[in-house]
C-alpha cells in the first residue's frame, strides 16, 4: 500500500535526522527539487507571492492563490510538500477552512505564523503579533481540523515574536510551548540573530524545533543541526534568488547582443544533467500514456513530423 504524503513526511521528522528541506515557488521548481534527491520540499510564502504576483510577502496573496500554487507543487512531485500557510488567512474559524484546503491540496504539512494580519516577510522589520491567546485558539482549531480529516497532516507553529515591535525570545519561547500544547507538531521560532539563540530555543522548547535558515538567522551546517537536536531546517528562497540572478544575466546579454546569446546559453544548456528540457518537461510519460490508453494508431504521428521524439 502507498503511503500518504502526510504519513511519509511524519516518518522522516522522527527518524532523529535533521530533515533538510529546501524551497520551491511553483512546480516547475519543485521538479528541480525532487529530481535533485530532496525527499521533501517546501512551497515559500515569499517565493510564491513574487513568482505568482510579482509583488513582496506582505500578505497580498490570498488562501485561493496559496492553495492553488501548493496543489500545482504537491501534484508534479511524488515527494512530500510542506506550504506556507501565512497566518491561516484571518481567525479561528478562518484557519479551519485553511487546514481543509491545504490538506485537499495533497500538503503533506503546514505552518502558520501568529502575525497580525497583513503579515509580512519574518526577516523584514516591521512585523507585530496577535495576543498569545487568539493565537492559542487558532492553532487549536487547526489541530481539530487535521484531526478529523488526517491526523498525519503535520501542523507547524510559528511565532514571529522574537524580531516582532515590542518582542523578545522570551516571548517567542513561551508562546511556541503554548502552541504545542495546543495541538501543533512542531515549534518554529522565527529570525532567531545568534548561535546562542538557537541553542536556547532547542533547550527551551517542549516539542520538535523547526528551523528557517534564512536572514537574520545564522547558517549551520548538517552535523551542527544534528548535534541541537533541530528536526526540520528549511532554506526558502535559495531556489529563488538563483534563479533570479541566473535569468537576469541571460537577459543582459541577450538585451546586449541579441539572439545569439540565446543560441550561445542553449549550446552550454545542452550538456546539462537537465539540458533535455522535453524529457524533464514528461514528454516521454506522455507517449507511454498515448500509446497505453489511445493505442498505437496514435503514435503514427510521430513518424512523419519534424521536432523533438520523446523516448
Known sequence: MIKRPTTRLRELISSGKTLYVPG????????????AGFGAIYMTGYG???????????????MSEMVTNARYIAAAVS??????????????????????????????????????????????????????DEAVGKIDAAA??????????????????????????DDAIVRVNAYLEA????????????????????QEVRGPVFYNMTGVSPRMTMAEMQELGIAVC????????????????????????????????????????LGDLHTFAGFDQIRAWEREYLGEDAMKKYADSIGHLPQ
Open 24 to 35: 520551491c515557488y511553483n512546480a516547475m521548481s519543485a521538479k528541480v527539487l525532487a529530481n
Open 48 to 62: 510564491s507571492s513574487l513568482a505568482v504576483t510579482g509583488l513582496p510577502d506582505v500578505g497580498l496573496m490570498t
Open 79 to 132: 515527494v512530500p510538500l510542506i506550504a506556507d500557510a501565512d497566518t491561516g488567512f484571518g481567525n479561528a474559524i478562518n484557519v479551519i477552512r485553511t487546514v481543509r484546503e491545504y490538506i485537499s491540496a495533497g500538503v503533506a504539512g503546514m505552518h502558520m505564523e501568529d502575525q497580525v494580519s497583513p503579515k509580512r516577510c519574518g526577516h523584514v522589520a516591521g512585523r507585530q503579533v496577535i495576543p498569545m
Open 144 to 169: 481539530d481540523a487535521r484531526d478529523a480529516i488526517d491526523p498525519d497532516f503535520v501542523l507547524i507553529a510559528r511565532t514571529d515574536a522574537r524580531g516582532a515591535s515590542g518582542g523578545s525570545l
Open 183 to 202: 495541538g501543533a507538531d512542531l515549534a518554529f521560532i522565527e529570525g532567531p540573530t545568534s548561535l546562542d539563540e538557537v541553542k536556547r530555543i532547542c
Open 234 to 273: 528549511i532554506s526558502p528562497n535559495a531556489m529563488l534568488r538563483s534563479a533570479l540572478a541566473a535569468m537576469h544575466d541571460l537577459a543582459a546579454q541577450m538585451f546586449a547582443e541579441g539572439p545569439v546569446a540565446e543560441t550561445r546559453f542553449m549550446e552550454g544548456f545542452r550538456q546539462h544533467p
